[in-house]
């Protein structure tokens, strides 16, 4: 591997990931010391979480590596994919158009809500009875 990598940091819910682009690859990804499919194993969570680098045509032009802790499937795959995303921002600044088109740079800042005492969750009241 290349001694030069460039790094982006992507978070969602209570995921983060470490994203690591390392040039001259052959497009292989490792999350957490696994394969990329392996890792997000359910449909589509791979596609969607590369899906910057298909955005400006770059699939195998770089070896990734992932460290991502926290969180579920979800949160993890869409922290993967705004990491990738900053990260290629630092690789070539041009691509803020289309990585901004395709909304790989928003932060969903989206959080769980605290539960609140008397409720049943966050929002959800006991049922009400009349006697």
Do not use: C, H
């Not at 991502?68 to 949160?75: A, E, I, K, S, Y």
């Amino acid at each position: 591997m290349a001694t030069q990598y460039y790094e982006g940091i992507g978070r969602r819910k209570t995921s983060t990931a470490r994203v690591r682009l390392w040039p001259g690859g052959n497009g292989s990804v490792v999350i957490n010391d696994k394969p990329g499919e392996e890792y997000l194993a359910r449909t589509g969570d791979f596609e969607t979480a590369i899906e910057p680098l298909r955005a400006v045509g770059q699939e195998k032009a770089y070896n990734i590596t992932v460290k991502v802790q926290g969180g579920g499937d979800t949160g993890q795959r869409d922290a993967i994919q705004l990491g990738l995303a900053r990260a290629l921002l630092k690789i070539e600044p041009e691509w803020r158009p289309t990585l901004r088109a395709g909304e790989f740079l928003s932060r969903d800042a989206r959080e769980k809500e605290r539960k609140k005492p008397g409720l049943k969750r966050a929002r959800k009241a006991p049922t009400y009875t009349k006697r």
